[in-house]
């Protein structure tokens, strides 16, 4: 059974950070790429990062660029996202995302809240 466990998230000043967590289980996550999407009140789903089955290839919206980064531990098979300079625009729940490479399956974890406030 394919489970996806996000955490790190929380109330955070505006300029801070926080670092995401997602942790894995049920599919070879060594051949998914991996994702975050967020969702913040009123508004649809949106994409933020992907990273590569192999980490070599990350991708950001273009909101994000500079200040967050992708990252993942294949070894614990846990994917990563570094979240600095936050601003209240990034007050969503974030998701995490799984899409196997062989069978297209994809799959999502039960979200995290951030939110960005003083």
């Known amino acids: 059974q394919v489970q996806l466990v996000e955490s790190g998230g929380g109330l955070v000043q505006p300029g801070g950070s926080l670092r995401l967590s997602c942790a894995a289980s049920g599919f070879t996550f060594s051949r998914s790429a991996m994702s975050w999407y967020r969702q913040a009140p009123g508004k649809e789903r949106e994409f933020v990062a992907r990273?590569?089955?192999?980490?070599?290839?990350?991708r950001y919206t273009d909101s994000v660029k500079g200040r967050f980064t992708i990252s993942r531990d294949n070894a614990k098979n846990t994917v990563y996202l570094q979240m600095n300079n936050l601003k209240p625009g990034d007050t969503a729940v974030y998701y995490c995302?799984?899409?196997?490479?062989?069978?297209?399956?994809?799959?999502w974890g039960q979200g995290t809240q951030v939110t960005v406030s003083s």
């Open positions: 995302n799984a899409l196997e490479i062989v069978s297209g399956d994809r799959s």
């Open positions: 990273i590569s089955s192999d980490g070599g290839t990350t």
